[in-house]
């Protein structure tokens, strides 16, 4: 299986989250990393082995990469507040496939999921969905 590299915000330091990402801490820089395996029914574990180094543990934005970052990543704890009170899980879908870029996720700061989840199982789309419906639950499972 051919391990795909993403490349992430990275600062020379020593902590190291998830799957490998190197933390904030002095020095802005780009470092390429190739993306972990986790279950893909975990919508938890994904989370903290693929967004959690931006938008931090606690998703709120303040992971430890993200003062790295040209664009400050979102607090996803708030998506339902910004949406009128609804979870806006198609575009969480969406952002979440690559179908729809914001500028965080298009840019070579902030990788699209789909493309990697893809990477991961190149011949069974269904895990690539299962992973994104499950990583978009968990997401809206810790709405303020």
């Known amino acids: 299986m051919k ?41 938890v574990e994904m989370f903290k082995t693929y967004c959690a180094t931006c938008h931090g ?3 709120k934005g303040g992971g430890p990469a993200a003062a790295a970052l040209k664009v400050p990543p979102a607090d996803l704890t708030a998506l339902k507040q910004k949406n009128g009170g609804k979870f806006p899980s198609g575009k969480v ?34 895990v690539v969905k299962l992973r994104i419906a499950n990583l978009t639950k968990y997401i809206e499972s810790i709405q303020q």
């Not at 590299?5 to 990393?33: D, H, R």
């Not at 496939?97 to 199982?121: K, N, Y």
């Open 3 to 43: 391990k795909l590299m993403v490349t992430v915000a990275a600062v020379t330091g020593l902590a190291v989250i998830g799957s490998g990402f190197a933390a904030a801490q002095t020095a802005k820089e780009m470092k390429k990393v190739p993306v972990s395996s986790t279950r893909a029914d975990s919508g």
């Open 57 to 59: 543990v606690d998703a």
């Open 93 to 126: 879908v969406q952002v979440l496939e690559g179908s729809d870029q914001i500028s965080a996720h298009g840019s070579t700061e902030m990788p699209l999921w789909g493309p990697i989840f893809h990477s991961l199982t190149p011949s069974n789309d269904s």
